[in-house]
């Protein structure tokens, strides 16, 4: 039996979000502009609201000025695209990112495609997803990113290894398929609908489950010593009528197959928000040498 190491996420994010705050205070020191993120918020779902708070407090806490906008969920669609607008001149603010999901009077494509997608730095516009997908620079979506971080981190050079990638969403999927081909792996993107995807699975060195169903990935799935990189966070009901976090990996059935694994919760979590922080570093200062994505 394999002894499968942790791969903790909080640990790395710690890490990631003090190195963006020294970079913010040099960027800071060199060229007067503290680094702004604004973040708007429609509706009072409670999880994007505590994700938002928690967002607010480590953009204070990187040294970055940090914007909130809180609209009631009946806000016109109009509204919020003119705060959008009004955003991308703000010369404050390098980095806007509006919470999903949005309310359905809303159209979340034409509002993310109002985004300047200088400041975007969630990383969902069609500019930056056309570019990541070309190859050029591009502010890439904060989950991917993070993904990407650890497993380098944790098995240094990528090149040559097989990446198999379970989920195709526009937010975690095919992005992170795109990183992992930059990193020189051969890729595969399964899904709900591939023949065979326990086979899939099993070929793979590196595992990424994005799918939003909760334990999905069976242990017999991975391949003895892959690294698995598990995505999903998923409340599931637990004892005496509490929820628990579960990923899309039955992690215990995988404990003793992966050379490695994310946990859930302290693996992919912690990383969006520091990748995040890096993103509005990033959009700073492409924005102040006026060298846009």
Not at 26 to 49: I, K
Not at 250 to 265: D, L, N, Y
Request: glycine letters at 10%; proline letters at 6%.
């Amino acid at each position: 039996m394999i002894e499968t190491k942790r791969i903790d996420g909080k640990a790395f994010a710690e890490g990631l979000r003090a190195r963006v705050a020294d970079e913010a205070a040099v960027f800071l020191a060199q060229t007067g502009v503290r680094p702004g993120l604004a973040v708007v918020l429609v509706g009072e779902d409670p999880a994007s609201a505590v994700y938002v708070r928690n967002k607010a407090k480590q953009t204070a806490e990187a040294g970055m000025a940090s914007f909130e906008y809180k609209l009631p969920a009946d806000e016109p669609e109009a509204s919020v695209l003119t705060l959008i607008e009004q955003l991308n001149r703000e010369p404050g603010v390098h980095g806007i990112l509006v919470q999903l999901p949005l309310p359905q009077h809303i159209d979340t494509q034409k509002v993310l495609a109002t985004i300047d997608p200088a400041k975007d730095v969630d990383g969902f516009h069609v500019v930056n997803a056309g570019r990541l997908a070309v190859g050029l620079d591009a502010l890439v979506p904060c989950t991917p990113l993070g993904c990407i971080m650890l497993l380098k981190h944790e098995l240094g050079s990528l090149t040559g290894l097989k990446a198999v990638v379970v989920g195709r969403s526009n937010i975690v999927g095919k992005p992170v398929a795109q990183l992992l081909l930059r990193e020189d792996c051969t890729v595969t993107i399964a899904h709900s609908r591939t023949r065979d995807l326990p086979g899939e699975c099993r070929q793979a060195d590196v595992l990424i489950a994005a799918v939003g169903r909760p334990e999905m990935v069976r242990g017999d799935w991975i391949k003895p010593g892959a690294t698995v990189i598990d995505v999903g966070i998923n409340r599931v009901a637990g004892d005496a009528g509490k929820f628990r976090l579960v990923g899309d990996v039955a992690f215990k059935e995988a404990q003793g197959i992966a050379g490695a694994i994310t946990p859930v919760p302290g693996g992919v979590g912690p990383m969006t928000i520091a990748c995040l922080l890096q993103n509005t570093l990033t959009a700073a200062r492409r924005i102040v040498e006026a060298r846009f994505v």
